[in-house]
């Protein structure tokens, strides 16, 4: 068992961190990042197959001993928004910016899948490396999984690894059952007629319905569902209007739903359309809703959490485990993989108040303890090896 990062790993996965730290790149777009991994598996003499769901990167370890497949799943892909901190890797790319850790966590798996690829004797059967694209947004793991990612040759269980602020560097999070929330996308359009600001009367303002929409769309939240229920709806966008002097005849709300269960949006969205039509009716305006689902809950499964919690404890003691309970409202595609197959998902400790990492994840100021990385790959390839004899012992 590999109980500390070999220096050399560290320092690689450090380099491979900053570089894509410098050039982050959006979903879907992650070309040079894709790039970068593939010279990394090459020099590892790790094969591959590139351009999965477009730019997805898949490498497979095969073992040297007969067992089932596991996977291990690292996202690539950055925020489109502007970072605001000042460091020697700071984001050289307009819009865009690592500030959610994907920079990290890629640079994990890279690290994870250096130390597999020199104990292939500890395999039993293989590991599949998914570099995956486009997890903001909820389009990546669904572009893999229709690509074939879980097949040929099948996968077993998997694994994946978030950098978590709320805990500080030396802690690993565990959580069973609901480890990340359910989610939604939602654009209404309200539509009304444009006239001069000196006679509003006759035109009619889609700035008023679309404001009093956002403020009911939050009271909703207070009457809709039972006291201390887990829901979100955030309105991140507002977009309308021309000129000082013109009533605007559209305006456009953009946001985000989170629920712990994919029930729970169904009555939101219901509900959002409701709102809306009726709000929109009072004022004389139309409107148009599109609601779309985001990512499923993600629920870590019993068995392999289990070996995971086992693994850390064994690794770094029983002081390095933190046992999570409370649900977060983020939300994450690895819940589509879970939706297949059994996983966990782990939330890895990246703060560090001394050093001044203390931002929250999509923070223009985000930044981790890079510490971390060390912690994370580790943990990710010795919980797969345990994981995958476990189940070895049981074919």
Known sequence: MVKKCPE??????VDVRRTLHRNPEIAFKEYATAELIIQKLTELGIEFQSQVGETGVIGFIK???KGPVGAIRADMDALTINEAKTVEYRSQVSGAMHACGHD???????????????QKERICGGIKLIFQPAEEGSLGAKALIEAGVLKNPDVDFILGIHMWPELPVGKIGIQYGITMSCSGHLRIEVKGLAAHAGTPHKGIDAIVPASNLVLAIRSYLSQGFEPGEMVTISIGTIEGGYSRSVIADRVVLKGTTRSITEEGREVIFENIIRIAHHICKAYSADCHVKLEKGSPPSYNNQKTTRTVEETVRNIFGSDSVEIIKKIPMTSEDFGRYLQLIPGTFIKIGCSNKARGFNEPLHSVLFN???????LGSVVMAESAIKILRERANEI
């Open 63 to 65: 073992g040297e001993n």
């Open 104 to 118: 990290g966590h890629t640079a994990m798996l890279l690290g994870a899948a250096t130390i597999l690829s020199r």
């Open 8 to 13: 050399d790993v560290f320092n690689m996965m």
């Open 368 to 374: 981790f303890d890079e510490r971390v990385m060390a």
